[in-house]
């Protein structure tokens, strides 16, 4: 049984920055691949960014150079680091975990408002 509990999202002006955090339960965090998606009215949820097991990274193009994921294996945390944020950046995002490839597990996700 995995949960997992995102915070951090909020209103912030174009520019700006944000930090969310996805804090994990169960044991299997620090051998998951941990994920940010998001999703907003009409829109497929979409990749973020993810980061594997060993470190390794991979973002949308839309979020290169802006946002940076990151995980804390010792505190079972997944980061994201949203900065210079833009109005199209306004989603609900969410933190996911997967596990050997097989299985998913989802935050309720946290809102990001990024008014101009």
């Known amino acids: 049984q995995v949960q997992l509990v995102e915070s951090g999202g909020g209103l912030v002006q174009a520019g700006g920055s944000l930090r969310l955090s996805c804090a994990a339960s169960?044991?299997?965090?620090?051998?998951?691949?941990m994920g940010w998606y998001r999703q907003t009215p009409g829109k497929q949820r979409e990749l973020v960014a993810a980061?594997?097991?060993?470190?390794?990274?991979n973002y949308a193009d839309s979020v290169k150079g802006r946002f940076t994921i990151s995980r804390d294996n010792g505190k079972n945390t997944v980061y994201l680091q949203m900065n210079s944020l833009k109005p199209e950046d306004t989603a609900v995002y969410y933190c996911?975990?997967?596990?050997?490839?097989?299985?998913?597990?989802w935050g309720q996700g946290t809102q990001v408002t990024v008014s101009s």
């Open positions: 169960g044991s299997i965090f620090s051998i998951s691949v």
């Open positions: 980061i594997t097991s060993g470190g390794g990274t």
């Open positions: 996911n975990l997967q596990f050997l490839r097989q299985f998913d597990y």
